[in-house]
């Protein structure tokens, strides 16, 4: 087996007390080898596997970040390539690998090959810590086109999918790392009256929930509402009905996975009109999230199309409106419900989109990044493939490194949910089905909310039962005429209680379809026109065949015919010279009218009701907004953006995210320790944005670029915000990781949860060793010890910059390159870096001419010009000295030994011990076996035991085991590249000289706690 590749849970590792993660990780791999060292053997079954799944072992735990993928050709690197005919194991298990090299944990079963291969590859996935996901083909017996043979109403019902389960999941309890399954049909969604039944069961069951006789079709109830909507909830309810019924069927027979079900692209978020389905049925929050553990969102808005109605389908502006719009109802579902979301990530790849495949695309290789980065940025936990590995090496190879950038996150993503906004967009149900209108091209008036104000969830019209509103402090309505009266109620009340509405449209219907006064009081106009450009059919872009409508109706509306009007003059002191579509006259009765148009019409109106207020917009938002893309005014575009920026900000409400750049993305998950921002370009040129982040669970205290390992410079205001400036060029993703002052507090041992020093391990900037140390104190001033290469110092030097670029004493340990080069290059060019004392205890020239190398001198004179060019001097310290700094006592344990001339510039390290009452930390520098032996001989060797220990020379021919015996630590630092950590000098482990596995192995025998490893990225400690 090839070494395990372990990804980290987060490149900025945080101390922990008891075994660390990566100790935790090994112990369960070992755990599984040796499941997976049980007798061979192979059944003719759905999947055929090698291990043996013993009952109620529990739902896999996944190895960083879950996604999967199929089985499939790689277009790049070791594996197969799609050739014809039987594939070797090298083969299967080189591909397997190349998988796991992109950042895949997991591989979907069955895998579509022979039996004896898909044992090979499936044993082999496993045996390397990735998860299988199963699909077992549906088992709720019923679908989109016609009413089930057996009604879920009836008693056989049950008994049937009881059968049909059996037979299915049996194959299941076979998969040691079996994480989740798909037990239901694809994107259920309801077709049509056709799919409804009218037998027997069915009928007894609306008597019994409704208390009349279920009408005997649609026609005949259509101008009644409430019957309307009686019938419209019964018929949808069919599904999930059933599916309760097969999730305990499910979870009796096979507990020990995550029962999943894909959600439809369109036709459940507001699009099942006219579309694929025929009516205005089903919404994917009414049907609720009592029957999975997970949902999967499906939808490939690159790949395909995003069926958006009418002229938007063609000019399909912003491109990511529809899946922000969509997952925001996604997630609000799963939040609600406390479920998990998942995503299907489009591929380019003709198993699924064959027609749709061509140069514009194949150019795009950077479209499943952005995509699956985009899905965990909006509350994402897995991600799987759809359908298949890129067939395209560029696709390929972005996809991968934006997974492996995924993957330095890791599972810590599980634990810091996408926050939840301050603002929210109400979901009207109501409306949906009784006016049978499409409400899913508001989208767009959600994506330019979005980027206006930085964030917006989605409230269901279900989840309006109090006038809290589920905490949110803004609530926009767009396009809403109609709404039940104690909902109305209940936003007119969170109004008076200090809430804030934006709307572009006034709900003057209720739930009858008749007038309803209590929103056009709420906003102080009467007679509020709701119209709208009618849009209908969806654009299928084909690209090997001529592209085409699909779902025209007969009655298609005339699109090229609306209403227009302007909007000239300035509003909260935002110039404003807009064109409007589909204004929307009104009457002002307690309103104030802040500008209007060209015609004389209300264009906003304000109104003050109790301590909140609300804000209505005269005009269509989704119709003027389309049409600055139309005819390409992104001057009117901005306009409107700003517009919305205004209201909030006179509303009092700030956003905890937000980006300048309106075509960047930035989005937060986070927990109470620690947070990701993710800065998303999606498509613009200009790669510049400035990110606000407010209100966070924590004060952030750091930001670090997980893809080049940096801290990012911000800047911190007075009123609690910060404001970072970032560039990211279009299509391009930046991962950063938040974190607190005290983010180790809760994994702490209770004597070190609060108050101590804090302690960063940088990573190296080159493939040599070094060794650069950074600490901060309590009230935040920063020491450095040594630095490292030349070629570390542009990364030390920003680091610093973070802090900010101010270090109150920077200890060099011994004269060596590979410790001091960083500084010797940034007194060269501080910049606004301000360095108060620089400490050595370094050996006189003379001295290093009789025992040392050219290449040892040149450095050293080299250094001290350096030095000498700048206002510095160097301080020398003696043994035994103490300093005092910033809470932090440092003690000068070991200084040059210049009577060691074995080794001897190793053996002249200075050794500190930093500590408080909280914790102690020995830094050791390069030291060799003899200064080591002089330190535990002499009079300060009882100040040596530490919580930490920096290992002495990388971790290698450093001081003897007995030494680090004496020192007793918890943990250990290892300035150590990986080559060096795993003696491969280019041969393979323990091809070199080092003598670093024996280092590690003398540690093994010590109650060491965690190993922190230089080549593991940026390390943080407190």
């Known amino acids: 087996m090839p070494p395990l590749l372990a990804f980290p849970t987060g490149l900025v590792r945080d101390r922990m007390a008891g075994p660390s993660i990566a100790e935790q990780r090994r112990r369960r791999r070992q755990e599984r080898t040796l499941l997976m060292m049980r007798p061979r053997f192979t059944f003719l079954l759905l999947f055929l596997l090698l291990s043996v799944r013993s009952a109620g072992v529990g739902i896999a735990e996944v190895e960083g970040f879950p996604v999967a993928t199929q089985f499939s050709p790689v277009p790049s690197g070791e594996g197969w390539k799609g050739e014809d005919g039987p594939l070797s194991e090298a083969t299967l298990r080189a591909t397997v690998d190349n998988i796991r090299a992109h950042g895949f944990t997991g591989i979907e079963a069955p895998t579509h090959r022979p039996p004896e291969e898909q044992a090979i590859i499936l044993d082999y996935a496993q045996s390397l810590g990735m998860f299988i996901t199963v699909h077992t083909g549906a088992l709720e017996l019923f679908g989109r086109t016609e009413p089930p043979a057996i009604c879920v109403y009836s008693p056989e019902y049950a008994k049937a999918v009881r059968a ?46 409704y208390g009349y ?80 553990d997970m949902f999967v969102f499906d939808i490939y808005p690159y790949m395909m199309f995003d069926f958006r109605f009418g002229r938007p389908a063609r000019l399909p502006k912003p491109r990511i409106s529809q899946t922000h719009y969509s997952m925001a109802q996604m997630r609000n579902l799963t939040r609600s419900h406390g479920k998990e979301l998942g995503f299907w990530v489009g591929t380019y790849n003709p198993a699924w989109f064959k027609d749709f495949l061509g140069p514009d695309l194949a150019a795009m290789s950077w479209a499943e990044r952005e995509m699956s980065m985009t899905a965990v940025a909006n509350g994402a936990d897995f991600l799987l493939t759809g359908y298949k590995i890129p067939v395209d090496a560029g696709h390929w190879e972005s996809f991968g490194a934006g997974l492996r950038l995924l993957q330095k996150a890791g599972a810590r993503l599980l634990d810091a949910p996408k926050l939840k906004a301050k603002a929210c967009m109400l979901f009207p149900r109501t409306q949906y089905i009784q006016l049978q209108q499409e409400y899913f091209n508001v989208g767009l008036s959600f ?37 039940p009266e104690p909902v109305a109620r209940h936003v007119a009340q969170f109004v008076a209680n200090g809430g804030t509405v934006v709307a572009d449209c006034v709900p003057g219907l209720g739930a009858d379809r008749k007038p309803m006064p209590v929103m056009e009081e709420l906003f102080g106009v009467e007679s509020a026109e709701t119209g709208r450009i009618q849009r209908a059919g969806h654009w299928v872009p084909y690209r090997q065949q001529a592209p085409i409508w699909a779902n025209l109706p007969a009655d298609r509306p005339d699109e090229s015919i609306f209403k227009t009007d302007r909007l000239k003059g300035e509003v909260m002191e935002i110039p404003l010279d807009l064109p409007l579509i589909s204004p929307r006259a009104c009457s002002v009765t307690t309103g104030k009218v802040l500008a209007t148009t060209a015609a004389g019409l209300p264009a906003v109106v304000h109104r003050a009701t109790g301590e909140g207020q609300t804000f209505l917009l005269g005009f269509c938002l989704q119709d003027t907004y389309f049409h600055t893309w139309e005819t390409e005014n992104a001057s009117a575009r901005n306009q409107l953006r700003s517009l919305l920026t205004a209201l909030t900000r006179a509303a009092g409400v700030r956003p905890r995210v937000a980006s300048t750049n309106p075509d960047i993305e930035a989005t937060v998950r986070a927990n109470q320790d620690e947070g990701y921002l993710f800065v998303i370009n999606h498509e613009t040129t200009v790669a510049e944005t400035t990110v606000q982040l407010a209100d966070l669970p924590f004060a952030v205290d750091l930001i670090v670029d997980l893809g080049s390992e940096r801290p990012v410079p911000f800047v911190a205001s007075n009123d609690g915000a910060l404001r970072c400036k970032l560039a990211v060029p279009h299509g391009e993703v930046a991962l950063l990781k938040l974190l607190p002052a005290s983010a180790d507090a ?30 901060r104190g309590r009230g935040g001033k920063v020491i450095v010890i040594d630095g490292g290469n030349a070629g570390d110092a542009p990364y030390l030097a920003q680091f610093l910059e973070a802090l900010g670029n101010r270090v109150e004493a920077w200890f060099i340990t011994h004269p060596h390159s590979d410790h001091f080069d960083a500084l010797r290059e940034i007194v060269k060019s501080p910049g606004k870096l301000e360095i108060q004392a620089i400490y050595a205890s370094l050996p006189s020239l003379d001295w290093m001419q009789k025992h040392t190398s050219d290449g040892e001198r040149t450095s050293f004179e080299l250094f001290h010009q350096a030095i000498a060019q700048t206002e510095h001097s160097i301080i020398d310290l003696d043994t035994g000295q103490e300093l005092q700094l910033d809470g932090i006592q440092i003690e000068v344990l070991g200084v040059d030994n210049p009577e060691i001339t074995q080794n001897p510039v190793n053996n002249s390290s200075m050794v500190l011990r930093m500590s408080d009452p909280q914790k102690s930390v020995l830094f050791l520098a390069d030291l060799g076996e003899e200064g080591g032996d002089k330190l535990l001989r002499g009079p300060l060797a009882d100040r040596l035991p530490s919580d930490y220990v920096q290992m002495a020379h990388h971790g290698q021919t450093g001081v003897k085991e007995d030494f680090y015996r004496h020192v007793n630590p918890r943990y250990c630092l290892w300035p150590t590249p990986i080559w060096l950590w795993n003696n491969d000098n280019g041969g393979g482990a323990d091809s070199g000289p080092w003598r670093t596995l024996e280092v590690r192995s003398w540690m093994d025998r010590l109650p060491i706690q965690q190993h922190y490893k230089m080549f593991d990225g940026l390390i943080r400690f407190e």
């Open 164 to 209: 049909n389960a059996e037979k299915a999941l049996a194959p299941l309890a076979d998969i040691p790392r079996l994480y989740n399954a798909f037990v239901y049909q694809d994107e259920p969604f309801h077709w049509g009256p056709q799919s409804f039944g009218y037998n027997p069961e069915v009928k007894a069951e609306f008597q019994r929930r």
């Open 213 to 292: 006789e279920l009408p005997p079709d649609l026609d005949g109830i259509r101008n009644d509402p409430q019957k309307w909507q009686d019938v419209i909830d019964f018929r949808s309810a069919y599904f999930p009905d059933g599916w309760r019924q097969v999730y305990q069927i499910v979870k009796e027979l096979n507990p020990d996975f995550k029962v999943v079900l894909t959600h439809d692209s369109h036709n459940t978020f507001g699009a099942g009109f006219s579309s694929h389905s025929e009516i205005a049925i089903d919404d994917v929050f009414h049907w609720g999230g009592d029957f999975a």
């Open 746 to 775: 809760a994994n702490a041992p209770a004597e070190e949860a609060k108050g101590s020093f804090m302690v960063w391990q940088l990573p190296n900037q080159t493939t040599t060793q070094m060794m650069s140390y950074v600490i």
């Open 447 to 483: 994506e330019l909310f979005l980027r206006a104000f930085g964030e917006l969830d989605i409230l269901h019209e279900d989840q309006v039962v109090d006038d809290t509103l589920e905490g949110y402090e803004l609530l926009v309505l767009f396009d809403v005429a109609l709404l």
